[in-house]
């Protein structure tokens, strides 16, 4: 069955791709850091921050429809969760704006908490996709590992996106079988099935993990995958990418 993987474009040659994981770790999430500790009113700022998200983008390769069709994904979970600030926040200076129906009014303190929550949560999720997309997925949590994050929340990630296909292929066999079935699900009483199907998924997948896991521990598992893989040494072109994008950074929120 054919799934959509978070790293689809990782082994295409560029030299984003070449740069050693650690570093993109690194270089993305202080922008990241420094995007939200950015004032609102700082439009340069976030300019010049989706200029250089721009400049990776451009040196990776990657299709831009692929990157931004991503992004758009995350924009409706943003604007559910602070498109009525504008119309709660009561400004005491600088008035507001009537929209002319039903009273409704916007505060201009509210239309700027609406933009800061928007553009920072884009800038982030773009971050986010440039480096999912530049490093395979086990390369990336080796990565996580060699900065020191703990191996509870790499082995946790690594079998999430293991068994999260499977899981789907699951899915998708259970909604071929109701298909097969003549299932319209048109009518409101037809969200029973849906509803069944829902429960059977969990407890399929629940017993799925406890086979695995019992698997595991007769094979020894002790709690710990063990990687081949060694540290490797940085190179001189992944000390040039991080100096760059940090100087660049740290200098235009040094301006604010």
Known sequence: MKHSFLDNYSDIPSVIHGLDPRVKIIGLFFLTVV???TPASSYFSFGVYFAVLLGVLLLSNLPFHHVFGRSMI??????MVAIFIPFLKKDVIGGGYNLGIGGLT????GL????????KSYIGVLCMILLSSTVPFPKLLK???DLGLPKIFTTIASFMYRYLFIITDEAQRMKRARDSRCFGGKWIWHSKVI???IGTLFIRSYERG????????SRGFDGDLKRKERIQR?????YIFLSILITVVTGVRLMV
């Open 35 to 37: 995007c939200v500790s």
């Open 74 to 79: 995350v924009i409706p979970f943003v604007f």
């Open 106 to 109: 916007v505060s201009n303190s």
């Open 112 to 119: 700027m908490v609406l933009w800061n929550v928007v553009v």
């Open 143 to 145: 990565g996580f590992e």
């Open 195 to 197: 509803g069944n199907m």
């Open 210 to 217: 406890e086979r695995v896991y019992v698997a595991m521990l």
């Open 234 to 238: 940085l190179r001189p072109m992944d």
